[in-house]
């Protein structure tokens, strides 16, 4: 074969390829798909009779903390929405104090870069800045600002902070991983081949994966928050990256395993795994790219996915995952959002959600497509399915992540492009 005619067939075969390719992402990406029921993000969504996959929705339960009925439906004439409304000066309304539905005042709380910031025992603000990587403590009542002069970890890829908040972990881009206990001022080296980390629910211990070339090496494991009493719990082998490492608030489960059997094209299932080898039921998920988040009892889960139905735009489920209930009271929240942007109340029984104003189809697949929309800010009745948006800060930005002071009174969040640390007040 002649060197023009190669030449010729490469232009050829490199035409054909990028038609295909072109295809393929107007196929999985804009051609428009019919859908039974479009998704409502608007201010109230009704209780749930049905759910996406043909789930059956829960009874009602539950008590809202704050000033706003989740499940009272609103007296509306059929037709208003097709009478439009000029603002005047009459009509207009300055933000409310308190978090009611609509323009809410946000304060500024923190300018600063942070990373994944959350309440000491105190109630304080304990934050890590990604530009200095040092540590501080807000005082939330005088507004003082404290740095811990004892440690620094600049350049450190994540935080995570100890469910009673006494210990940080910080994960660095070369597979250092160090433990801090503030209490005692100590720091603990840890192995490098350790990853994906999670700490137990008393702060005692950890959870995670050890790397090896070897798939027999591969395992999942726990040890002391000093790396002692290394305990090897089940290998992986080929399988260490389907698991994911979330422990319970309950201390039922350690991980999931994205291993179950096949349940076609947009379900799965996920496999519990626990302490002692036990064989728990598989939880079934309604869609790809799945994040768990628990209730603060572990007894239930939300999740975020994306399938046909959603647009392939990120959708909240809740299933039940006690030992005795798998599976039981799942339905769709009919949220479009990620539990990255959420957190419970206490009881669990409500979930604040920061959710997109706008999403582009694909955005469950890349998050990336929402990082320059505005998220306001909905509570979720996690047993009834009913929800309500509760505020549309004055100050937009998009959430990354969130929490509530002790005394459930002020909602924190943070935005993802500054890492400035926000807050509305509830009540």
């Known amino acids: ?27 999985f990406f804009f051609r428009d798909f019919v859908i039974d029921e479009p998704i409502d993000l608007g201010e109230e969504t009704e209780e749930q009779t049905g759910s996406t996959g043909g789930l059956t929705g829960s009874p009602e339960g539950g008590q809202n903390i704050i000033d706003v009925d989740i499940d009272e439906e609103e007296d509306e004439d059929e037709d208003s929405s097709l009478v439009p409304v000029e603002d005047t000066e009459e009509d207009y309304q300055p933000p409310s ?46 507004g003082e600002s404290i740095i ?8 450190a890829e994540t935080i995570e902070w100890s469910p009673d908040s006494t210990k940080v972990l910080a994960e ?45 090496k591969r395992w999942l494991s726990t040890s002391d928050v000093d790396g002692s009493n290394y305990n090897p719990i089940e290998n992986l082998g080929e399988n260490e990256r389907f698991v994911d490492v979330v422990y319970s608030p309950n201390d039922q489960y350690i991980a999931l395993s994205r291993t179950g059997k096949p349940l076609g094209l947009w379900r799965q299932q996920v496999i519990p795994i626990g302490l002692n080898d036990e064989n728990f039921k598989a939880i079934e998920i309604e869609g790809r790219n799945y994040h768990p988040l628990y209730t ?24 039940d995952v006690a030992p005795g209930s798998v599976g039981l009271d799942h339905f769709s929240l009919n949220i479009n959002t990620w539990v990255s942007k959420c957190t419970f109340n206490n009881s669990g029984t409500y979930l604040f959600c920061g959710v997109p104003r706008e999403l582009l189809k694909g955005s469950g ?10 998220d306001d800010i909905y509570a979720i009745n996690i047993s009834t399915g009913n929800s309500v948006k509760i505020a ?15 005394d459930q009174s002020v909602l924190y969040y943070t935005d993802s492009s500054s890492g400035s640390i926000y807050s509305i007040n509830l009540k």
Do not use: H
Request: net charge negative; charged share 25%.
């Open 1 to 27: 074969m002649s060197e023009r005619l190669k030449k010729i067939l490469y232009v050829i075969g490199f035409l054909l390829l990028s038609i295909l390719i072109a295809f393929l992402i107007y196929f």
């Open 97 to 142: 104090e308190l978090a009611s539905g609509g323009k809410t005042l946000s304060e500024i709380i923190s300018f600063e870069n942070t990373y994944n910031p959350t309440l000491s025992p105190g109630g304080d603000i304990l934050s890590y800045n990604k530009d200095t990587g040092e540590f501080s403590r807000l005082d939330t009542e005088s």
């Open 148 to 155: 811990f002069d004892s440690i620094s970890y600049k350049g």
């Open 172 to 216: 660095f881009p070369d597979g250092s991983n160090v433990i801090y206990d503030f209490d005692k001022n100590r720091q603990y080296v840890l192995p490098t081949n350790w990853y994906n980390f999670d700490f137990t629910e008393d702060s005692s211990g950890l959870v995670f994966l050890t790397e090896s070339t070897d798939p027999k």
């Open 296 to 319: 603060p009892d572990g007894e239930k889960m939300v999740y975020d996915c994306y399938n046909l139905e959603s647009n392939y735009k990120p959708i909240l489920y809740v299933v």
């Open 365 to 374: 697949l890349f998050e990336e497509f929402s990082k320059d929309t505005v």
């Open 392 to 406: 549309e800060p004055t100050i937009k930005v998009n959430i990354e992540s969130m929490f509530l002071s002790e």
